[in-house]
């Protein structure tokens, strides 16, 4: 890129700067250059001596740890490398702009020349040094992402963008955000774009206001350049609305270009189809070689869809939620009725154990009442988890569960859900929890509901040792987090405060042929010993229950529906009663008192 002129600097308009007198603004200024810096170049690079102050003017900028990390995003108005300027050291991060911007630059002998008659300069950076330390501890491992304010949208592989797509999704935007904030739609080819710091100047103008500013970046390939260089975020769009099988999924040229400064983090994917009736397949095509963060489903005939888009693009996209629990689980399908009947709508779901089969069953497009047939038909008529085997791999036979789950749930990918999903399991090859994003939707249920012991455990095709996603975590609310922004509905199972005891003592517990046969003899005692259904799901949630008010975030609403007395894991007859009891307490109790219509 060809260096342009820029105007002026203008320190007064940070707000770093308030109440620092215009003298001491003036001989900063006078010691200052302003240096245009492109879109993907480094304005610092990780381990170089710390010598310069920079301020922002125009664009924005993302700090990267080791090449990988992400860690924060820093826009017009903000400083940058304030923290090692001060403290004399190294710099411990890139810092590279994500798209053309300009940037004034103080040098470490000319500060601290100024500084010496205008000590109020020092107090201000000290000031943004220490808010910035605060910001940090709490942030700790999170990245600090930003919502992105300039959208490029460009037509994926051989596809065109869709005929009204730009005004379509900005009458969403002004539809999701506050009413003060402008929502600037432009089409390719349009004069605001043809000159470099002109461009550079109205997006400033634009960002200054607060509006979100969505650019058709399709067209010629210097306005396709000038356009995905000076935005936020990429959004990759499949229009699949004509014949599917024409469409060349291959990233085109615009888009390889775009991919070169838009990092995945900041990457999109919408796969636009017909109509709602459509059937999705094929999605993995156009994600492995765009590497999207997410990827969303688009009916052209649903409005609903473009409004989805739109609270996830804006950082208000809602999350539910759903804990592990075994047949407690068809507690959440009254929570999604309740949602429903509320006008509350669902964006992504995510789920453990019995969470991930009954959020897995709503993201495929099923309804409440479908899911409870389902789950009637599995464990009540074929009686799935009622079939004891040869305690070698596991209590349970699981062919009958393995069939049920594959003839309902299907062997499409994640990826082609309607609705965003994910599932987790609990991965013994890596030791860690392991995040089921795609694959066949059957598989990720079947792996997250792996109880130990109860079941053997799910081995994909990686080769994988995968069991119940419980074990590690039974209320995947933090993966949640690092997936989308915005609220989530966050439904735990049972009384976090219960207290859990039994009335038999040690002594009570049975030695193997009375217990043979009490078992032959379909003999119970008055109180039974725990047994290891109840001793292995209680482990499970024991710690996620303690942890989940923690793990919340400051827009998470945690739900606890209340749950039949008495009833385990395994008493499925009961899960239709349950769901009427949770819908009931969601509507009456919950939506109103928690603040869920305001979503």
Sequence with gaps: MTETPVSGPNLAR????????????DALESVSTLKPVSGGENLVMQGDDADALYFVESGRFRVVVNKVHIVAHIEAGEAVGELAFFAGGKRTADVIATRDSVVLEVSRKAFDEIAHDHPELTQ???????????????????????????????????????????????????????????????????????DGAAYQAWLAEQ???????????????????????????????????????????????????????????????????????????????????REPKLHHHMANDSDADFAKVARFLTGRAIGLVLAGGGALGCAHLGVVQALRQ???????????SAGAAMGGAIARGMSVEETLDQMEAMFIKAKAMRRLTLPLYSLLD????????????????????????????TNLSTNGLHIHRRGPLWECVRASGSLPTILPPFIDSDGNILVDGGVLDNVPVKVMHGLKTGPNIV????????????????????????????????????????????????????????ASKEMLG???????????????????????????????????????????KHL
């Excluded at 350049?225 to 024409?246: F, I, K, S, Y």
């Excluded at 400051?554 to 899960?575: A, K, S, T």
Aim: glycine share 6%; hydrophobic share 45%; aromatic share 6%.
């Design 398 to 425: 699981p062919t009958v569960f393995d069939a049920e789950l594959r003839e309902r749930y299907g062997t499409k990918d994640i990826a082609d859900q309607p609705i965003n999903f994910f599932g987790v399991s």
């Design 207 to 289: 960002e200054a206001m607060g509006a979100y500013v969505l650019i058709d970046g399709s067209g010629s390939s210097e306005w396709s350049e000038q356009v995905c260089r000076n935005a936020d975020a990429l959004v990759m769009v499949a229009n699949l609305t004509g014949q599917p099988g024409a469409i060349d999924p291959v990233p085109n040229e615009s888009e390889q270009s775009a991919m070169r400064w838009i990092a995945p983090q900041q990457r999109t994917l919408l796969v636009v189809r017909k109509t709602q009736g459509h059937p999705i397949a094929g999605t993995a095509a156009f994600i492995d070689p």
């Design 342 to 352: 509320a006008d509350i709508p669902i964006d992504f779901i995510g789920g453990a």
């Design 554 to 596: 400051d827009e998470d609403i945690l739900v606890n529906p209340p749950i039949i007395p008495d009833m385990q894991i395994l008493d499925w007859h009961l899960g239709r009663e349950l769901a009427e009891m949770a819908s009931e307490y969601i509507s009456s109790q919950v939506i109103e008192s928690a603040g869920l």
């Design 491 to 546: 439904v735990s199972l049972g009384d976090p405060d219960e207290i859990w005891r039994t009335e038999v003592e040690y002594e009570d517990i049975r030695g193997r042929w009375t217990l043979m046969k009490d078992v032959l003899l379909r003999k119970k005692r008055e109180a039974e010993f725990p047994s290891i259904v109840e001793i292995m799901s209680r482990s499970m949630v024991v710690a996620s229950r303690m």
């Design 14 to 25: 940070h707000a770093l700067f308030d109440g620092v007198s215009e003298a001491a603004l």
């Design 124 to 194: 201000a950076m000290l000031k943004l040094v220490s808010e910035r330390l605060v910001v940090a501890t709490a942030r700790t491992a999170s990245v600090s992402t930003g919502t992105p304010r300039v959208i490029a949208l460009l037509p994926a592989g051989t596809s065109q963008l869709p005929d009204g797509l730009l005004s379509r999704l900005a009458a969403a935007f002004e539809a999701v955000v506050k009413d003060d904030t402008p929502i600037i739609a432009v089409d390719q080819g349009t004069s605001e774009a043809s």
